[in-house]
């Protein structure tokens, strides 16, 4: 969100902001337990109205730095996958299915199947569709197993 538009609410809502911060303080010092809890909450949102955010506006802001987040950290490992590919090795778990593990990353997956199940660091980032790097990566993998270095 830009700072201008917050800064130019501030001045134009300066009054009603007061207010509903002195309510508030009014609030948690007077009214004890879940009471103060539910009126602070419902302040704090007739506020959120007032100011025209929308509960919109807030998912779209969230999805977004999801999203970001969700791409950062696919190509940090996408980067790692193509450093780490000499370290690699594949292990068959004779039921269909593999592992790819690499010091700091572990694929699971299963023969024809066209998705892999990626964990970096032992923490989970999801189920990805196998494209050129990973499947380069699983390759590898495999020549540094059978090869044994």
Same mark, same amino acid.
């Given at each position: 969100?830009?700072?201008?538009?917050?800064?130019?609410?501030?001045?134009?809502?300066?009054?009603?902001?007061?207010?509903?911060?002195?309510?508030?303080?009014?609030?948690?010092?007077?009214?004890?337990?879940?009471?103060?809890?539910?009126?602070?909450?419902?302040?704090?949102?007739?506020?959120?109205?007032?100011?025209g955010i929308s509960l919109d506006q807030i998912n779209?802001?969230?999805? /977004?730095?999801?999203?970001? /987040?969700?791409? /950062?950290?696919?190509?940090?490992?996408?980067?790692?996958?193509?450093?780490?590919?000499?370290?690699?090795?594949?292990?068959s778990n004779g039921d269909g299915t593999y592992t790819?593990?690499?010091?700091?990353?572990?694929?699971?997956? #299963?023969?024809? #199947?066209?998705?892999?199940?990626?964990?970096?660091?032992?923490?989970?980032?999801? /189920?990805?569709?196998?494209?050129?790097?990973?499947?380069?990566?699983?390759?590898?993998?495999?020549?540094?197993?059978?090869?044994?270095?």
């Open positions: 969100m830009d700072t201008q538009v917050w800064l130019e609410f501030l001045k134009q809502n300066w009054l009603v902001i007061a207010i509903g911060l002195i309510v508030l303080l009014i609030v948690v010092n007077l009214v004890k337990t879940v009471v103060k809890w539910l009126l602070v909450v419902l302040i704090v949102g007739g506020l959120l109205i007032y100011s779209d802001v969230v999805s /977004t730095v999801k999203n970001e /987040t969700v791409d /950062t950290v696919k190509s940090e490992v996408m980067n790692l996958m193509m450093k780490e590919a000499q370290d690699a090795k594949y292990t790819v593990k690499a010091p700091n990353l572990e694929l699971n997956g #299963s023969s024809g #199947s066209g998705e892999v199940k990626v964990t970096f660091r032992g923490v989970p980032v999801g /189920t990805w569709d196998i494209n050129d790097t990973i499947q380069s990566y699983i390759g590898q993998a495999r020549t540094n197993s059978t090869t044994g270095s």
